[in-house]
């Protein structure tokens, strides 16, 4: 089993009822839901909306790859009614956002998928939930 980070976002319709169905099909998609961070709100990032995003993280512990949990987690975003991540290269508001933070202490660096995250560190919304799973 491999022990993944994840990262949730969501800033169109009911917010906390998006995270809450997100993780119900992380679990029966992806793998255990071990823990999970408290929601935090923020400003939309890259940008700009009246939308205030919901944030939080969780720890997955999951048998599958890392190109195999893009595709569940994507498939979970799919389930929940998104489209695409972006338009033209631009953000949009979305239903959900399923990022993949970290995965064990492997680094990928592939066209579709790099992990760790390259722009984690940049987000207080990403990091403020991930420090409090990393330390629950």
């Known amino acids: 089993m491999h022990t993944a980070y994840l990262g949730l976002g969501s800033n169109l319709g ?3 009822r998006n995270m809450l169905d ?3 099909l992380l679990n029966e998609y992806v793998g255990e839901v071990v823990s999970s961070s408290s929601y935090y709100e ?5 940008f700009d909306s009246p ?3 919901i944030n939080m993280c969780v720890r997955v512990s999951t048998p599958l790859s890392p190109d195999q949990l893009l ?3 994507q ?3 799919r389930l929940l009614g998104r489209t695409e991540k972006s338009r033209h290269g631009i953000y949009e508001d979305r239903i959900i956002d399923i990022d993949i933070l970290l995965f064990d202490d492997v680094h990928v660096d592939a066209p579709n998928l790099t992990i ?6 940049e987000r207080d919304f990403v990091m403020v939930p991930l420090r409090e799973v990393l330390e629950g």
């Open 75 to 77: 498939r979970v975003e």
């Open 51 to 53: 939308n205030k995003f």
């Open 71 to 73: 595709a569940a987690t």
């Open 22 to 24: 997100a993780v119900t």
């Open 42 to 46: 923020s400003e939309p990032w890259g």
């Open 14 to 16: 009911n917010r906390k």
């Open 116 to 121: 760790p995250h390259p722009q984690m560190y």
